[in-house]
């Protein structure tokens, strides 16, 4: 009989059992959980990765030219998509491998909790190219520090800027609106101004959380403390910099002093924006929120108040000191009075049992199927919130039925190769029912013995 | 037993341990006043949608100096609007949704907003979705509490949801099921009902997989329907029972989806109306639609905002060909949580903003009406100074098209369906007699 305590420290915390792992987790799980925040996060292992810079310049200097080429009357608009999606395919292969290789889960999971906190969406232009390299250069390297650092880095990205369009957001008053304005006199186009996107979800879902007491002032406020936090190698107004690398433009940013949450900052040009998102980041607000969206993936969809609170005060003592919270949160006894407290996404679906199968991720074989045909196409959410994170949104009718589906081809394809039998309790622990342990034992075949097992309530939860 | 008939039984079997009783799935038919059977599409556009673009309000005197560039002309100019009544029009890429106009078979809303004042996409939706004022009020939808309404005996199914999943406005205690094509070989009857017999002591599993069961069964049984025209693979028709290590193909191969002819939504909404034509079907179909959240380059007649809505035109267009004979008793229902800033941002686009556009239309629709108590855009007529102004709470819609179309006692809908709702009475009229 396996320990609860490994069982919710592998399933739920990390990424799902691999064979052996509870065994070697031993104890109540906690220590394991632990351990795992002492040294740096692991970076990805594939040197063949490009970085956002080079993707970035790359994809620019295409679609000049199929602009250009577009003038003179060519269609080479599908260039540009076949140029980023194979660089998706290897960034989020990449990601699959490691999620399915690591002995880190834990730290594995914060991060795919983190980029989904700073979601990009692969739907808008670009960022299938990018959202990989968002990942590995703004999140992952931080996802063992501090919030504060986190948030600065991800708000800089370029991806970021580019998925919320603050790029070309110009300051109503700045050099480059006023020299637009006068330019513009008797023609009806609009002088260059500002775009809330960016500073609206930086303050409604990365920081205060909405209703965390701001205003439409504030996001517009905000909007022109960010102006000119752009990225270099664009067109015209926005053409200069290195291509593909945060630049500050002055001359599009808005000047002078502004108020943001009633508190005053001087204008120090891009360090404005710097001072505000360092303030945000020790807000109560931000705190709450985290605490609320951390005690909500690893706890219940409506987690306990008392936890909630316990977290966001950590948050606050510990200036936003990331492992001082994870170390509260492994600490919460809540954590771990649940055992299938959570209902699986389609991602955790896949990763746990590709990790429990001891699957291969094979690059040459099409190993993003599962995703899109389980309704999870990885950094695809759709939205600048990222995934939702409570059963309502995943346990669907069609839903279920296509996982069940998926784990019987599953089994079909593996055949006798594995033991369900055997598996079952190295990877459901003490979660294992006797039903579901009856149930495989009497299959009529290894395939269908392993789509029980898949398919078993106990797996489809964490 | 053959195998339909066996499927047949485990379908039963399934629903049995859900803990539900299902007498017939005639039980699903019911009828409004008039003893036709109302068929309702609910098509939610997230992002908001720009009311203003969709539906300019080219007679404004103020709508050409908000919109500069992108401000549509009055029909008939180049690049000109659709013509709607002389002062409203159509955004030139809603052909279909234009000619459902001129055949008295939509209805338009404008400077109408659901009770939410703030300005965030996900609160935004999650209030037009739970039916009350406040965002997460409660965790079920107008919809599926109006589906749980309806006088008569209880049935199974009544709601479809195009998707795997479920969105907030069809979630609730009526039972409801989703569904989506599948790329995947059907499972075999033994192992199905050794599933059955897993699930039966979970209370959510259960349901879901019966409700799953239905719907694929539904969905089968439209032969030569959206069956053959979507793949969606006849599952439930021979499904040999696979030996070990043989057959099901390797889930890593699948190439993947190609693009559905005849549109992105193409595909959805063959789905929706394969399961509306049945008259044993699910009577309520609902679906979401993405990307209209257009901050930057929003475009004008033409451009980004353009392609887009087209692209929701030729589906509509689709779903009335594909209803067939049930067009006539359909009512299409597109709401969007907010609207967007009444001028134009300094990139090109438009940010969040209040009152926008709805559209009612089908068959079952009194329509060639604008519907509209107009606030004007002058700056001192716009909400907050820069948002449309709303005039009309779009729970009146709602409550309306729910009372005339499929039924729904008014006391329902003031308890359960849009509680403390009882000032923003129901339209009258929107449905023909």
């Known amino acids: 009989m396996q320990q609860l305590g490994s069982t919710i420290a592998a399933n739920r915390f990390g990424l799902g059992a691999r064979p052996g792992e509870l065994a070697s987790i031993g104890g109540d799980g906690r220590d394991w959980l632990r351990a795992q925040l002492h040294h740096a996060p692991p970076a990805l292992a594939d040197a063949q990765l490009a970085s956002c810079q080079e993707v970035l310049g790359e994809a620019f200097a295409l679609q000049r030219e199929i602009q250009q080429a577009r003038r003179s009357g060519n269609d080479v608009q599908q260039k540009l998509p076949q140029f980023l999606q194979p660089i998706y395919k290897s960034e989020a292969t990449a990601r699959f491998q490691q999620a399915v290789m690591t002995d880190r889960p834990f730290i594995e999971r914060l991060t795919q909790f983190w980029t989904n906190h700073f979601a990009v969406s692969t739907d808008k232009q670009y960022m299938a190219g990018l959202a990989g390299s968002f990942e590995r250069e703004a999140i992952r390297p931080r996802v063992l520090g501090n919030f504060g650092d986190l948030l600065v880095a991800a708000e800089m990205h370029p991806a970021m800027l580019l998925y919320l369009d603050n790029q070309l957001s110009v300051g109503p008053h700045s050099p480059t609106a006023i020299r637009a304005g006068l330019r513009s006199r008797g023609n009806n186009n609009r002088p260059p101004g500002i775009n809330e996107n960016l500073g609206r979800e930086i303050l409604e879902l990365h920081t205060l959380g909405v209703g965390g007491g701001y205003t439409q002032y504030d996001v517009t406020t905000f909007a022109t403390v960010i102006t000119g936090w752009s990225v270099g190698g664009g067109n015209g107004l926005w053409a200069s910099g290195p291509p593909g690398r945060f630049v500050f433009r002055p001359d599009q940013h808005e000047p002078g002093p502004k108020t943001v949450l009633g508190r005053k900052y001087g204008d120090k040009g891009y360090e404005q924006g710097v001072e505000v998102l360092n303030d945000l980041a020790q807000h109560p607000s931000t705190a709450r929120h985290i605490a609320t969206k951390l005690a909500r993936h690893f706890i219940a969809d409506d987690p306990p108040p008392a936890a909630v609170e316990r977290l966001a005060r950590a948050f606050t003592e510990f200036g936003g000191d990331l492992p001082s919270v994870y170390r509260v949160l492994i600490a919460t006894p809540e954590a771990w009075e649940q055992p299938l407290g959570k209902y699986k996404t389609p991602n955790d679906f896949i990763v746990s049992s590709y990790r429990g199968l001891s699957l291969p991720v094979d690059a040459a074989h099409g190993p993003l199927a599962p995703f899109e045909l389980l309704g999870q196409r990885t950094w695809q959410p759709g939205s600048p919130a990222g995934w939702p994170d409570r059963s309502a949104d995943w346990d669907g009718a069609s839903a279920l039925l296509k996982r069940v589906e998926w784990a019987d081809a599953v089994g079909g394809r593996l055949g006798s190769r594995r033991n369900a039998a055997e598996l079952a309790p190295q990877l459901l622990g003490a979660n294992l029912t006797e039903a579901t342990g009856t149930a495989i034992a009497r299959a009529a075949s290894a395939q269908q013995a392993m789509t029980l097992l898949l398919s078993a309530p106990e797996f489809m939860r964490r | ?433």
Not at chain 2, 360 to 381: C, F, K, Q, T
């Open chain 2, 1 to 433: 037993m053959t195998v339909m008939q066996r499927r047949e039984f485990l379908t039963a079997a399934a629903l049995a341990t859900g803990g539900a009783l299902i007498t017939s799935r005639l039980a699903f038919a019911r009828t409004a006043a008039g003893g036709r059977r109302s068929r309702f599409v609910v098509v939610i556009l997230r992002g908001a949608l720009d009311g203003l673009a969709a539906v300019p309000p080219y007679g404004d005197r103020d709508y050409g100096r908000l919109r500069g560039e992108f401000a549509l002309r009055a029909p008939g100019q180049p690049k000109g609007a659709l013509p709607l009544n002389g002062f409203f029009g159509l955004h030139p890429s809603l052909g279909f949704l234009g000619q459902s106009y001129a055949a008295r078979e939509l209805i338009v809303f404008h400077a109408v907003a659901s009770p939410y004042r703030e300005r965030s996409h996900f609160d935004g939706q999650d209030v037009l979705e739970n039916g009350t004022t406040v965002p997460h009020a409660l965790q079920s939808g107008w919809l599926n509490r109006a589906l749980a309404a309806v006088p008569g005996e209880h049935s199974r199914d009544a709601g479809v949801a195009l998707g795997q999943n479920v969105p907030l406005v069809m979630r609730g205690p009526a039972e409801v099921t989703s569904w989506s094509p599948s790329k995947l070989t059907g499972l075999d009857d033994d192992t199905l009902a050794r599933i059955t017999d897993l699930y039966a002591r979970d209370p959510l599993l259960s349901v879901r997989l019966a409700d799953a069961l239905m719907a694929d069964r539904v969905a089968t049984e439209q032969q030569g329907g959206m069956a053959q025209d979507m793949s969606a693979a006849p599952r439930v028709a021979a499904a040999p029972n696979t030996a070990p290590g043989q057959a099901a193909p390797p889930p890593a191969n699948q190439p993947p989806a190609a693009p559905a002819p005849g549109g992105a939504y193409a595909e959805t909404v063959r789905a929706a109306a394969g399961f509306l034509r049945q008259q044993d079907g699910p009577q309520v179909a609902v679906f979401d639609t993405t990307g209209w959240d257009t901050h930057a380059n929003e475009g004008g007649a033409e451009g980004q905002l353009a392609g887009r809505l087209a692209a929701l035109d030729k589906g509509l267009a689709t779903l009335k060909g594909e209803l067939g004979p049930v067009w006539k008793d359909t009512a299409v229902l597109l709401v969007t949580e907010f609207g967007r800033t009444a001028a134009i941002n300094g990139t090109r686009g438009t940010d969040h903003g209040t009152a926008t556009m709805a559209f009612l239309a089908g068959g079952a629709v009194a329509g060639g009406r604008v519907i509209a108590d107009w606030p004007g855009l002058s700056s001192r007529a716009l909400y907050q100074g820069r948002d449309l102004m709303p005039t009309l709470d779009l729970r009146c819609v709602l409550k309306g098209v729910l009372d005339e179309h499929l039924g729904i006692p008014a006391r329902s809908l003031e308890a359960t369906v849009f509680p403390q709702s009882e000032r923003s009475r129901a339209l009258q009229g929107l449905i023909r007699a």
